[in-house]
């Protein structure tokens, strides 16, 4: 049951840094979803666990690291066409 709310969680952390980075129209729900949960880790990883959590997700850090992979996977993609 813990994987479902952190995909949930995950689908709605990598959505709000969809629309964050104005990114989110061009992002499926899979993308979202993989934004949020491997944000997370990335955000974690550089910030720490620090503010609320939510499904095991620390949410300040998990939006930032999200955000940073949204803007980095977007630079690539427009970069290669």
């Avoid at 949930?8 to 989110?24: L, M, R």
């Avoid at 934004?35 to 499904?55: H, N, R, T």
């Amino acid at each position: 049951m813990h994987w479902l709310w952190a995909l949930i969680v995950g689908s709605i952390i990598g959505a709000i840094a969809g629309s964050v980075t104005n990114k989110g129209e061009s992002m499926g729900w899979i993308a979202n979803i993989m934004a949020g949960v491997v944000g997370s880790f990335i955000g974690e990883g550089i910030l720490g666990s620090w503010g609320p959590q939510l499904a095991g997700m620390a949410i300040v850090p998990s939006l930032v690291g999200a955000v940073i992979l949204v803007l980095f996977v977007s630079f690539v993609l427009r970069k290669r066409a």
